[in-house]
């Protein structure tokens, strides 16, 4: 069998995770919120929130709770 | 698992070396005021306000639901029916309990629903796993290492893989090698994972994330360049 490359690549960063410094699942949860509202309103949310990306780039559970975040407050129109 | 036990955790890192501090408390929209009045009124308003709020719970947690639902072939609309009732019931106990810590950093909507989507997302994770073993050894490595990483990069990558390998079995204690492995390579999600070695989320995480630094810190020592390696997922 062989692999994909792509495949590989991202077995490596799920085992690696960011290599930037990142807040714990509970800072996110707590500033998620702030940063969903804060990217949707075209400022720079990373800025006002620093770690949470590179969070959400090493915990899968997060991210995808970031994600329907992001999705449901935009369903309403924002 | 309540929302406390599923988001209360140790920090990964100090959060005040990351968090920027947050604003002087802003001013209120005008409708997440009217929510805070209604929720803190002493008369019926209180009660009406309360089953508003529950209809906006149990919205985002069919949202999440509805995402959701191709992966979950097995289980039937009412079943998925009872799950969004009950995440709504246990996002809104916990909304109403911690609701002096909403201090208008987002509209208060936004605020409420993160609860109602974390409450859904592990209810549905760890039904997705009901009665499913839940492999704890390496499962993931012969699919990766067995294939044809050709030329330069790909034999770059399949050195790194290979000293990943054996930096996990080296450097890890037996707990973080038991967690990564589980997490990372066999893709078990985090709170499937927390039940089933009772604990919570992010007392997993930090473990993980102490994992991974530590791997990193070895293979840097080793002289492997990590990130020209690696992409984002």
Request: one cysteine or more; aromatic letters at 4%.
């Amino acid at each position: 069998m062989s692999t994909n490359p792509h495949d590989l690549q991202q077995a490596l960063a799920r085992l690696l995770g960011p290599a930037q410094r990142e807040v714990s699942c509970d800072t996110c949860f707590d500033e998620l919120d702030r940063y969903v509202d804060l990217e949707l309103a075209g400022h720079d949310a990373d800025a006002a929130v620093p770690g949470l990306r590179a969070h959400l780039d090493g915990c899968p559970a997060c991210r995808e709770e970031y994600q329907s975040l992001r999705a449901l407050v935009g369903d309403d129109g924002r | 698992m309540t929302i406390v036990d599923a988001a209360t955790v140790k920090l990964v890192e100090p959060a005040r070396s990351l968090v920027a501090q947050p604003e002087p408390t802003p001013l209120l929209d005008a409708e997440s005021r009217e929510w805070l009045q209604s929720l803190r009124a002493e008369d019926g308003t209180r009660d009406a306000a309360i089953a508003r709020l529950h209809a906006l719970l149990l919205r985002a947690a069919r949202f999440e639901i509805a995402r959701r639902r191709a992966t979950l072939p097995h289980l039937r609309g009412n079943e998925l029916d009872d799950i969004a009732t009950e995440a709504a019931d246990d996002a809104l106990v916990s909304v109403l309990r911690r609701l002096d810590d909403y201090r208008g950093a987002s509209r208060f909507t936004t605020w409420v629903y993160k609860f109602a989507l974390l409450e859904a997302a592990v209810k549905l994770r760890k039904r997705a796993w009901q009665g499913r073993e839940i492999p704890l050894e390496p499962e993931g490595w012969d699919l990766l290492s067995s294939g044809a990483l050709e030329p330069d990069a790909e034999a770059e990558q399949s050195e790194l893989l290979a000293a990943v390998q054996a930096a996990i079995a080296d450097v890890l204690t037996p707990h973080q090698r038991t967690v990564l492995v589980a997490l990372a390579l066999n893709g078990i999600p985090i709170d499937v994972l927390a039940d089933r070695l009772n604990t919570n989320r992010g007392a997993l995480y930090k473990t993980l994330h102490d994992a991974r630094r530590k791997l990193r810190k070895h293979l840097g020592e080793c002289g492997l360049a990590l990130d020209d390696s690696l992409e984002k997922e």
